[in-house]
């Protein structure tokens, strides 16, 4: 029942706000709307399962899934379905919240565990807050599991996923990532090179394939939340909470590396929440699914590319900010529109509130929609109950996630 009382209610509100003869002062009812989507948070958020999320039903309404941790590898969709992370390993426990030598890293920090050669799943002994001294460079076949503990990696490098494979990243709050200096970086147990200066990304994809984030919660850091470029592809990003940024994804290197044609990235159930100004995601080339994510806030536009990307929207719930020249969803960049209008980008089946509109374009090609198609999307009157829970979730052993 409650599904449905909060269908029906964001139909109504959806109704209003199109409606400029009904509505004499916009800004009430879009406060209004506010209140109706974090109440409707608050109502949902007791039940874990059964909430149309297919990844959070696949895990979390098992009891036992501190013991069943492999188990949610298992349970990735779109584009990223193919993420084994550490799914084959054994579970490798941080104890250390420390990063003292990014060449000689100690056994039991979280930097020992990314660069080990053996399949791993990484979890967290206690609460902590991890200062990398450098970007984390991550090897092959990882899982890191944030669940059970409160896991802050902020206030220095970030993740950074360059040229491995089979990646997953649950459940940790990633915030005030900063560029770090030039300097050696053990990425492995047998091998450490000299890495450039840090772009300051929460999560830097560089050339790899088969990554899953979920559940993380993103803001504030220098350049981008989660940027994936030259020729990475496989890529799912889902069930996160991503606030106070500017310039929140970008997906593709630049306009003339025509390499990342062949991306594909899933982008669903996130909720892009306040402070946030563009780029949700910003698109070049590939091909890109953006399914059942709740749009509450941007200052500038939503979702935007250059270079010829096939965007699908499904399904996704659209709230403009009450300045009227940041009514449009998209942004077709670096083109005029000559060129753009050819441009595949389709809006199927979104919720628009505020005036908020999405500018479609080209000849709807089944052939690139299919290629941008990675999973089927839930009705957008349902995008409340499913992203109620996006971000790091507040897992703590003996009960239920």
Not at 12 to 41: C, F, G, K, M, T
Request: proline share 3%; with cysteine.
């Amino acid at each position: 029942m409650a599904y449905v009382s909060l269908s029906f209610l964001l139909f109504a509100l959806s109704v209003l706000v199109s409606s400029s003869s009904a509505i004499q002062d916009p800004e009430l009812v879009v406060q209004d709307v506010h209140r109706s989507i974090n109440a409707s948070r608050r109502n949902l958020g007791f039940s874990s399962c059964g909430t149309g999320n297919p990844i959070d039903d696949c895990w979390r309404c098992d009891p036992n899934w501190e013991r069943n941790r492999h188990r949610l590898a298992d349970c990735a969709i779109g584009f990223g379905k193919d993420a084994l992370g550490g799914r084959n390993g054994r579970i490798y426990v941080v104890t250390d919240s420390g990063d003292d030598d990014p060449v000689n890293p100690r056994p039991g920090t979280l930097r020992h565990a990314v660069i080990q050669d053996e399949p791993l799943w990484i979890i967290f002994k206690r609460d902590m807050v991890i200062n990398l001294k450098q970007e984390l460079v991550m090897n092959s076949f990882k899982t890191v599991d944030g669940r059970g503990a409160s896991v802050h990696v902020a206030g220095g490098g970030c993740f950074t996923i360059h040229y491995v494979t089979n990646i997953i990243i649950h459940g940790i709050h990633i915030h005030d990532c900063k560029p770090t200096g030039r300097g050696d970086i053990r990425d492995s147990p047998r091998h450490y090179g000299w890495w450039r200066v840090s772009d300051g990304d929460g999560i830097s994809i560089f050339d790899s394939k088969h990554v899953w984030v979920d559940h993380c919660s993103l803001s504030n850091c220098h350049d981008g939340l989660i940027d994936a470029i030259h020729g990475s592809t496989g890529i799912t990003i889902s069930n996160n909470y991503m606030t106070h940024h500017d310039k929140v994804m970008l997906l593709g290197h630049s306009d003339s590396y025509t390499r990342d044609k062949d991306m594909q990235v899933t982008i669903a159930f996130n909720h892009f929440g306040e402070g946030l100004v563009q780029r949700m995601p910003r698109c070049r080339h590939g091909y890109f699914h953006v399914v059942n994510n709740d749009y509450t806030h941007w200052e500038m536009y939503a979702i935007g590319g250059s270079a010829d990307p096939t965007i699908y929207s499904q399904g996704n719930r659209f709230l403009a900010p009450d300045n009227r020249f940041s009514k449009e969803v998209t942004k077709h960049e670096d083109a005029g529109e000559s060129e753009w209008m050819n441009w595949n980008w389709r809006s199927e089946g979104d919720m628009f509130l505020n005036g908020a509109f999405f500018r479609q374009s080209g000849a709807g090609a089944s052939s690139s929609y299919a290629r941008a198609s990675s999973l089927s999307a839930r009705p957008s009157s349902l995008v409340g109950s499913i992203t109620t829970t996006a971000g790091a979730l507040n897992c703590r052993k003996g009960t239920r996630c």
